[in-house]
């Protein structure tokens, strides 16, 4: 059995080394076992509810598929997309929002804290906070219940948000299931393994702190942003303590363990802080300047990357497009039409609900229509001089004998001893002429007893 595993990245900035070394390249390693179906995605529509700034929001949605994509995600293997790509997610957040309670996101850790911030400084308890800020849970509630991901790779501050969802599809499934189980329920998947990498000053890297290391900019920028790295003041000659020295937790994370080995023993025989900055450094580059040359080459095609994108996007809605329906289906959200249908019991049945219509035109000739059980018309005979004629032919057509169907250009015609007995309306496209097509060979097949 595959794992469907998923996860979305906010769109609101540029990846660095750290969401590289946290976040990217497990996820990639991941996408490559053997059972891993995996989805990632764009969360854009997150992003939205962060940041009013259009161009960063675009800017950050290029840079951060660029960065993916360079780091090596095999889009044959797992699907990519961006969740502004996929109506139906919001579609299925409404539908998700008609059932969450609303105390349970009254409970959610982000609002509440936006909420305690506000009664602390005096102000009213929602100023400033958003709907989308109160309702962010189910977005991603619907992010990950939409493709019944099992596991969501997620960072400790969105634990709750996966318990959310299981929540939130836990009641969809009790209220519209019937017995069957639309979500499976997921599971939050916190990696203790991977690396949480220091930043420049030591504290975790993170954009908030501006101690950051680029990822994919210039050799130089690496470069300056490495000699950037604070250490202490022991000279050169003198032995350092690698363990309390973050640039050698930098080096950890992108190394062998016999190049740490190495660089261990050298920091303890006096290793100059200067020299061990170049090592760091030319490791980084070493690791990063390929990858650093596709994404600059993916950036200047922004093009491409959106033909990519709406292939991964394309991907994912041949599930959510018809998942989507069967939900509303379940709530109600049904087709007059195949609400007849579904009064009918079986396909044949609902055949068997078609039907000849006999008329008389104002010239005083006989016509008549077949309409399918939906009421649809498929067939309108030509003229016939009395109602006599009209029926021997409508009777014809239904003896069970094979029929004579030319199809023409998005129309058919129905021909009986070398005439055109009777002729469909346009159809919009091809496909609907062909459904047509075998409605009517259906409607005028025998029917078993
Ligand atoms: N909220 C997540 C974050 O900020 C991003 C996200 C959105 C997400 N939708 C998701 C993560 C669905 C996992 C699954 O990190």
Not at 199 to 213: A, E, Q, V, W
Request: hydrophobic residues 40%.
């Amino acid at each position: 059995m595959t794992t469907r595993i998923l996860t979305g990245i906010t769109t609101t900035g540029t990846p660095h080394l750290g969401n590289y070394a946290g976040a990217i390249r497990p996820a990639i390693v991941a996408s490559r076992a053997a059972d891993a179906d995996s989805f990632y995605f764009l969360a854009d529509y997150h992003a939205l509810i962060k940041c009013d700034e259009p161009l960063r929001i675009q800017r950050s949605r290029l840079e951060i598929a660029a960065t993916w994509l360079a780091s090596g995600l095999d889009t044959d293997r797992v699907t990519f997309y961006r969740q502004s790509d996929i109506p139906e997610i919001t579609e299925l957040t409404w539908l998700l929002t008609c059932v969450a309670a609303k105390g349970l996101l009254n409970r959610a850790h982000a609002y509440k804290a936006s909420v305690d911030k506000n009664v602390e400084q005096g102000e009213d308890p929602d100023a400033g906070i958003t709907m989308g800020l109160f309702s962010y849970p189910v977005l991603m509630a619907a992010d990950i219940l939409m493709f019944n991901a099992h596991q969501v790779p997620v960072g400790r501050d969105q634990i709750q948000h996966v318990e959310m969802a299981r929540d939130i599809g836990q009641r969809f499934n009790h209220l519209f299931g019937k017995g069957k189980e639309f979500f499976v329920m997921p599971q939050a998947l916190i990696e203790e393994s991977v690396a949480t990498l220091p930043g420049l000053d030591g504290r975790k890297m993170s954009k908030s702190y501006d101690n950051t290391i680029p990822l994919f900019g210039s050799a130089k920028q690496l470069k300056a942003a490495v000699s950037s790295i604070v250490t202490d003041s022991r000279a050169p000659g003198e032995a350092k303590d690698p363990d309390n020295s973050h640039l050698f937790t930098l080096y950890q994370a992108f190394s062998t363990a016999a190049q740490q080995a190495e660089f261990r023993a050298d920091l303890l025989g006096g290793l100059a802080w200067g020299e061990a900055k170049q090592r760091l450094f030319e490791l980084l580059d070493n690791e990063l300047g390929e990858a650093r040359e596709r994404y600059n080459a993916l950036i200047e095609r922004p093009a491409d990357l959106e033909d990519i994108l709406l292939a991964g996007a394309a991907k994912a809605r041949k599930i959510a497009t018809p998942f989507l329906g069967e939900l509303r289906e379940a709530v109600g959200l049904r087709s007059f039409r195949s609400d007849l249908q579904s009064t009918q019991n079986t396909k044949k049945k609902a055949a068997k609900g078609a039907r000849f219509v006999s008329f008389r035109e104002d010239d005083g000739s006989f016509r008549f229509r077949l309409l399918a059980a939906d009421g649809e018309q498929l067939l309108l005979s030509k003229n016939f001089a009395d109602g006599k004629t009209a029926g021997q032919v409508s009777k014809r057509l239904q003896d069970g004998s094979p029929l004579d169907v030319r199809v023409d250009g998005n129309a058919f015609a129905v021909w009986l001893d070398d005439e055109a007995v009777g002729a469909s309306p346009q159809f919009a496209d091809a496909a609907a002429c062909e459904q047509a097509v075998s409605q009517l060979r259906d409607a005028l097949a025998p029917q078993p007893e």
